[in-house]
């Protein structure tokens, strides 16, 4: 608990996680302000799948941080190696980092649904989307293992600018998952497009169907993949 609270205090000094909190409010809910004149059965849950910007720049950051260089009274040295002498098990530290990040993206996405479904009820009233547990545990789930894709994305390339910049664009620019979907249906089954059915409607597809519960299997088997092969690449190499 030390270490993760220690990870914690580190994310609470970063400018760049306090600007991922905004975004993780205001762009889902600014999206929803702009869409809400249509009512819709996803209303408001669709905003939220596509507004997850925030916890992408969370799980980024947690990491890359950790790479830049220090203060010239440090010797020029980086925050990994002051983080690994405290914590000397690069399991455990990572584990700690994750931890930290997982509670800092679950009161995130609980706040965006709030905001999100709030806009969309103000201003469809009685047409708006109903908020049902069962969605709103997909939507914390979604964005929760989005942040943590991200973490080990950025553990896996040790720099934040790719993951950043490729997680960015596909979310809100042009989702070449979705694109994908057009080529292949397993295109459905990556980690996005799958996780989004636990909350959002059913797909325009004949070719594919994935449940809430398939979509929750396939991104936790993604996130378990990608943090365990994280965890045995940052274990072997150089700090």
């Not at 993760?4 to 000094?13: C, D, F, H, P, S």
């Not at 980024?60 to 010239?72: D, Q």
């Amino acid at each position: 608990m030390r270490a993760v609270r220690a990870e914690l205090a580190k994310l609470g000094t970063l400018p760049s996680v306090w600007l991922a909190g905004v975004l993780a409010v205001v762009v889902p809910s600014g999206i929803a302000m702009l869409n809400s004149g249509v009512p819709g059965p996803d209303r408001g849950y669709q905003e939220l799948a596509f507004g997850v910007m925030g916890v992408i720049v969370l799980g980024v950051v947690a990491v890359s941080s950790e790479y830049l260089t220090e203060g010239a009274d440090s010797g020029g040295g980086r925050q990994l190696t002051t983080s690994l002498t405290a914590v000397p098990s690069r399991v455990r530290f990572l584990a700690a980092k994750a931890a930290a990040v997982v509670l800092v993206a679950v009161p995130l996405a609980f706040a965006a649904t709030a905001a999100t479904m709030g806009v969309v009820h103000v201003r469809l009233a009685e047409q708006a989307t109903a908020l049902d547990a069962g969605r709103l545990a997909g939507v914390v789930c979604y964005w929760t293992y989005t942040a943590l894709l991200a973490f080990a994305i950025t553990v896996l390339l040790r720099h934040g600018i790719v993951p950043l910049t490729v997680l960015l664009v596909n979310t809100s620019v042009v989702s070449v998952t979705f694109l994908l979907t057009k080529v292949t249906p397993l295109a459905y089954y990556f980690p996005d497009m799958a996780g989004m059915r636990m909350f959002v409607g059913e797909i325009a597809d004949d070719r594919v169907m994935i449940s809430p519960l398939l979509g929750l299997l396939v991104m936790s088997a993604w996130v378990a993949g990608l943090l365990a092969l994280a965890s045995a690449v940052f274990t072997r190499r150089d700090a």
